[in-house]
Antibody
């Protein structure tokens, strides 16, 4: 069974770039979509975007201008970059495996809290 | 894209059944089979409990069932147990090649 682990800085300054990595173990990154999903404190889930092993991406329209996803299949890693962050981007960030485009998220990482503050 | 609409909270007594609705539009819930449900306990990552409207992943109790009618999907939990107390989220694929979640429903087992 695949396991996902998010990693990256827990504190990011306002206006800077948030960078996170999701490392996949126990399974292949090939032939799956990999999503990033976030949850602000006390709030619901928000889909950020996903990437396929071919490099094809789709993004949440509300975040598209600030988000870039990339994948390194040789390292089994999926990366998220979000520019020009504000306090509103403070959240727990999850990576998740998607069974197919738009299909269910069947495997989730434990999540990592990112706080945007000066 | 607008979040799918879920009731903020529902409650029920042990042994009872409850249903959580998830309302969208023809561009998401009504247009695709890719409606999923997730259970999230405090401080934990969400767990998939229903995919493609009504498919239960292996290991998920058969007390959970899913359905859809028009632009509204529903999750029913029968024989409520204390361990079912959690937040529940629906999600759907959309015509914009994106995914949208519901606002979440807090289930309280009385």
């Amino acid at each position: 069974q695949a396991q996902l682990q998010e990693s990256g800085p827990g504190l990011v300054r306002p206006s800077e770039t948030l960078s996170l990595t999701c490392t996949v173990s126990g399974g292949s990154t090939i032939d799956y979509y990999w999503s990033w999903i976030r949850q602000s404190p006390g709030e619901g889930l928000e889909w950020i975007g996903h990437i396929y092993s071919s490099g094809n991406t789709n993004y949440n329209p509300s975040l598209k201008s600030r988000v870039t996803l990339s994948m390194d299949t040789s390292k089994s890693q999926v990366s998220l970059k979000m520019t020009s962050v504000t306090a509103a981007d403070t959240a727990v960030y999850y990576c998740a495996r998607e069974l197919g485009i738009g299909d269910a998220f069947d495997v989730w990482g434990q999540g990592t809290l990112v706080t945007v503050s000066s | 894209q607008s979040a799918l609409t879920q009731p903020a909270s529902v409650s029920g007594s042990p042994g009872q059944s409850i249903t959580i609705s998830c309302t969208g539009t023809s561009r998401d819930v009504g247009g695709y089979i890719y409606v999923s449900w997730y259970q999230q306990h405090p401080g934990k990552a969400p767990k998939l409990i229903m995919s493609e409207v009504k498919n239960r992943p292996s290991g998920v109790s058969d007390r959970f069932s899913g359905s859809k009618s028009g632009n509204t999907a529903s999750l029913t939990i029968s024989g409520l147990q204390a361990e079912d107390e959690a937040d529940y989220y629906c999600s759907s694929y959309t015509s914009s090649n994106s995914v949208v979640f519901g606002g979440g429903t807090q289930l309280t087992v009385l």
